[in-house]
């Protein structure tokens, strides 16, 4: 099916239907988004003397909810800039717009017979082959389309995305009875290359698989919650970033979701599923209906199972719900011997065995949560699906889980998890009692790079389909390596492009990252046409290891301080001026020492989740890895004739000042951090290291050319620097900045003006690497600094001192 979205419709402007908006708009897409005209005049309308007949009440609820969904953090749009691909209006006035789209998505409210209704009103406008979806999650789609042409039914189908639309990747397609099946292959290719979405095809099953699970998932720890005698916190802890789960983990992710819309989906599991072998876990517990009566619904209502009061002193603190008495307490603190035995695993998936090992109540929480999950997921097959990696797919895309529950079974043993099942009088379904009995000891295996899953019905390992547009760096690390450090895995990607993959906690950047990458460049240069500097990670760097440079200088160790830096300067030199394109995938936190080696790279391909900035000042430097360099180079680059030069240069220092992280990739673009023409932004996080091995590729077979060493760089000297200072002044005398952030401030201020230089001056990048050393070798003497790196160290969040 050949097939090109412009312009889509989405009717229903709510939470969901603005957010699946935004993110259309976020690709290029034009949108028309509609919703009903209002009744009646709200009173801002009376006191203005308008009529319900005027366009400005008529688009009232549409207009207002987009404005409230741009508003929202965090944000559903990539910039702000492309909200005017959005035009609204209302299924009156503006319903025949759809004949002029190419897909249109209805967002209703969740009830059959509405929608049915508005798809009998949009059938009399949309024109034939047009894609018609409904973003229901949990109404039958068997039941929309009746009575519907041929045509409408053809091209007719369930999309249901997950809210956030933007941030959360599953993309469940459920067919109806007469889906074509080039539309479901259509949308599960679009849903993947364009949206940016793990693309799931579900059955048409109550509430499909992400929300079958999650839900049965949540419910199940419900109820074991009352039974093991358990508080909130205990389950929050022990089902959070411990099980690579989000940091929400199960409690408060239901306040932020909205206790109403849990229970709305887990009755229609009780009312829809009668023949569930866990149908009763569907019934919501006690503790659930009273707050459900009390109103207690989550963020959304100010409290649920967690509530935030000011105490008398002002200050505000969490509260947390007490099952047992229904009343809100102070937060307990909650530890477990077995989680104490985590804390050196870093990888998440090695912590299974470990934990399902525990002699103490997380030891039991684990072993009956994962054995009812197990059971529960086996016997949904072929229920909700045919292949079992849909169900990992679905829950790590749809519920932030890092990993799926098949996958988790792999990672404790297939056997040791039917021992643990039996244990707590669990009950496997019998393909996986059938599949022990074969010989098989694992339900996914990685072959040649790719993953492999086990298929029920051929009792053999398939390939998981849709990979060849994927590099997936776990698949390949040990049959691909070139090179590892403590630090550092060198893979070859093939076609003569490496990729350096950081290793280290939370991706820092120390000694070990820098001699690999060093490393890397050595070997790209001698044997290899490419290097990317690439992973997968849930971050792509929180910047340069500040516990290293915490050391050094309360040791007062100086010149190692000082060689340490220039190590790092000279390395993001050797990334600009090797004789091999280099580049840079960076993805989710890119901040510091990662955001300067990603400015250095020849080229940048950034996920469009890409949080990326120079911020040093939080713990009292300026960027001394060549960031404060590079900025003064780019204000250069930047000055054209009858430019204010000084206005353009301040831009660039204020970014460094106020330590501004863009909250998405196409926001880097305005910070001067990615540079257009050159660096691109990939939707899809799972393809960039292709996407940048293809772009490593052609740099190299249409004849790069090392860059020659700049020496052009346009300094302003004394009348920046004067006019710097005048300013940092100021706004200490105001007390909108600190005497330490002033002092910082002027730093950055002497190196990015290029010193006191008496005027405007060409200099060499060299020239302004050693001014910035020097201010950051400076800085890191200062009390107040260490304090400041201390402080960032124990807590994890700046200090203003």
Request: hydrophobic share 40%.
């Amino acid at each position: 099916m050949n097939k090109h979205i412009e312009k889509v419709a989405v009717i229903g402007s709510g939470i969901m239907g603005s957010g699946i908006a935004c993110h259309f708009a976020n690709i290029g897409v034009e949108v028309l988004l509609l919703d009903i005209v209002p009744r009646e005049l709200d009173d801002k309308e009376k006191a203005k003397g308008l009529t319900l007949e005027d366009k400005v009440v008529r688009n009232r609820l549409v207009n207002n909810s987009l404005t409230t969904a741009l508003k929202s953090k965090p944000s559903p749009i990539y910039h702000q800039k492309f909200a005017s691909r959005i035009t609204t209006g209302n299924l009156e006035d503006d319903i025949a717009k759809v004949a002029e789209v190419d897909w249109i998505i209805e967002v209703v409210v969740e009830r059959l017979d509405i929608k049915q209704k508005v798809f009998e009103n949009l059938e009399k406008y949309r024109k034939p082959g047009t894609l018609i979806t409904s973003n229901t999650s949990g109404i039958p789609i068997k039941f929309m389309s009746e009575g519907r042409s041929d045509d409408f039914q053809k091209h007719f189908c369930g999309t249901h995305f997950f809210n956030p639309a933007r941030y959360l990747k599953l993309f469940e397609i459920i067919p109806g009875p007469k889906t074509a099946p080039e539309v479901l292959e259509f949308l599960n290719g679009y849903g993947e290359k364009f949206l940016g979405k793990t693309s799931v095809v579900a059955k048409d099953t109550p509430a499909f698989i992400g929300n079958r699970i999650g839900i049965f998932s949540i419910q199940s720890l419900f109820h074991m919650v009352k039974e093991m005698g358990m508080t909130v916190e205990e389950v929050d802890k022990l089902t959070g970033p411990v099980i690579g789960r989000p940091k929400s983990a199960t409690f408060r992710t239901v306040d932020v979701v909205g206790m109403d819309t849990l229970v709305h989906v887990a009755n229609g599991l009780y009312e829809n599923c009668p023949k569930d072998e866990k149908h009763g876990l569907f019934k919501l517990p006690d503790f659930i209906n009273t707050m459900m009566e009390n109103k207690w619904l989550g963020s959304k209502t100010g409290q649920g199972f967690y509530k935030k009061v000011k105490g008398k002193d002002g200050k505000s603190e969490i509260l947390t719900l007490d099952l047992d008495s229904m009343e809100y307490r102070s937060k307990k603190s909650a530890k477990f011997a077995t989680l104490e035995l985590t804390k050196t695993i870093d990888k998440v998936v090695d912590r299974f065995k470990v934990l399902v090992g525990g002699k103490d109540k997380a030891g039991d929480f684990y072993r009956k949560s994962f054995a009812a999950l197990f059971a529960y997921v086996s016997h949904r097959i072929p229920e909700i699906s045919d292949e079992l990696y849909k169900i990992d797919d679905a829950m790590k895309a749809g519920f932030g889980w890092e990993h799926g529950p098949f996958q988790i079974w792999d990672a404790i043993g297939l056997q040791k998890g039917l021992d643990i099942m039996k244990s707590e009088g669990e009950e496997p379904a019998a393909w996986v009692t059938e599949m022990v009995a074969a010989g098989m000891d694992s339900f996914y295996s990685v072959k040649e790079g790719a993953s492999y899953f086990y298929d029920i019905p051929s009792k053999s390992m398939l390939k998981v389909p849709g990979q060849d547009a994927f590099i997936i760096l776990d698949n390949i690390r040990k049959s691909n390596e070139v090179f590892k450090n403590s630090g550092v895995v060198i893979e070859d990607l093939g076609d003569g492009i490496l990729n350096l993959e950081f290793q280290s906690k939370m991706n820092t950047i120390g000694g070990d990252v820098l001699a690999g990458l060093n490393k890397a460049i050595d070997l790209a240069e001698k044997d290899f046409q490419g290097l990317i500097v690439g992973n997968q990670g849930a971050n792509f760097s929180v910047g340069a290891n500040i516990g290293m440079i915490f050391m050094m200088a309360v040791e007062q160790e100086y010149d190692e301080l000082n060689m340490a830096t220039k190590m790092f300067q000279d390395t993001m030199m050797r990334m600009r001026y090797s004789s091999i394109p280099t580049i840079s995938a960076p993805h989710g936190m890119t901040l510091g020492g990662g955001c300067e080696l990603s400015m250095h790279a020849d080229k940048v391909v950034a996920a469009a989740e890409t949080y990326i900035g120079l911020v040093e000042f939080g713990v009292g430097v300026i960027p001394g890895g060549g960031g404060s360099k590079e900025f003064a180079l780019r204000a250069s680059d930047t000055f054209k004739k009858n430019d204010v030069e000084l206005n353009v240069l301040q831009e660039y220092f204020m970014t460094i000042g106020m330590a501004k992280v863009s909250t998405s990739a196409y926001e880097a673009y305005d910070l001067g951090i990615l540079q257009k023409g050159k660096d691109i932004v990939v939707v899809n996080k799972d393809r960039q290291i292709a996407t940048a091995k293809a772009y490593a590729k052609l740099m190299a077979e249409t004849g790069y050319t090392k860059p020659v060493k700049r020496k052009d760089i346009k300094v302003l000297g004394k009348q920046a620097l004067g006019m710097f200072l005048v300013g940092t002044d100021a706004m200490e005398a105001s007390h909108f900045i600190s005497e330490h952030d002033q002092k910082i401030a002027n730093k950055l201020a002497y190196v990015m003006a290029g010193g006191d230089l008496s005027e405007p001056t060409l200099v060499s990048e060299q020239y302004l690497l050693d001014i910035e050393r020097e201010a950051f070798l400076s800085l890191c003497t200062e009390r107040k600094t260490l304090e400041r790196i201390q402080h960032m160290l124990k807590t994890g969040k700046p200090l203003r001192n």
